[in-house]
């Protein structure tokens, strides 16, 4: 019994290390249809396709800015960045969008499977995270108003 006990105390210690963690901070509403991405050489070019396609499908109109732009440019700048790792296959293991109104923080969404292990929630497409990241990050779609 003790040793049963022990077994499934130790499966269950072992899989609470398999988490995979997502938070998102929702934007409020926004005065512009468009929303500027200061892009990120660092990060694969689909990252940012997806990222852009995510935004015209909620109604913005997307900029992209160069690496060194400030975010000031554009009412309303986005930021992100993103990596992926290899277990059994590639999948992208972190994402971090944050977006600014005016030059300060006005929403953030985060996703993290860099602790994933065995939890094959981690598979997800990186197109279908980033869809769901941009549909929490920005509820409302451009030019509802509310």
């Known amino acids: ?78 930021t992100y960045t993103a990596s992926w790792r290899w277990d059994l296959a590639m999948y992208m293991s972190y994402a971090d969008i944050v977006v600014y109104k005016n030059g300060k923080p006005s929403g953030k969404a985060t996703y993290d499977a860099t602790r994933g292990g065995g939890n094959m929630g981690k598979f997800i497409g990186a197109e279908k995270k980033i869809t769901e990241l941009v549909d929490q990050l920005f509820p409302i779609t451009a030019g509802s108003g509310s």
């Open 1 to 78: 019994m003790f040793s049963r006990l022990a077994s499934v105390s130790l499966a269950l210690f072992a899989l609470s290390g398999c988490a995979i963690h997502q938070t998102v901070k929702p934007v409020e509403r926004l005065d512009s249809k468009t929303v500027c991405i200061v892009q990120n050489g660092n990060v694969r070019a689909t990252f940012l396709d997806a990222f852009e396609r995510a935004l015209s499908n909620k109604g913005y109109e997307v900029k992209r800015l160069e690496a060194d732009a400030s975010l000031i440019a554009c009412p309303v700048t986005s």
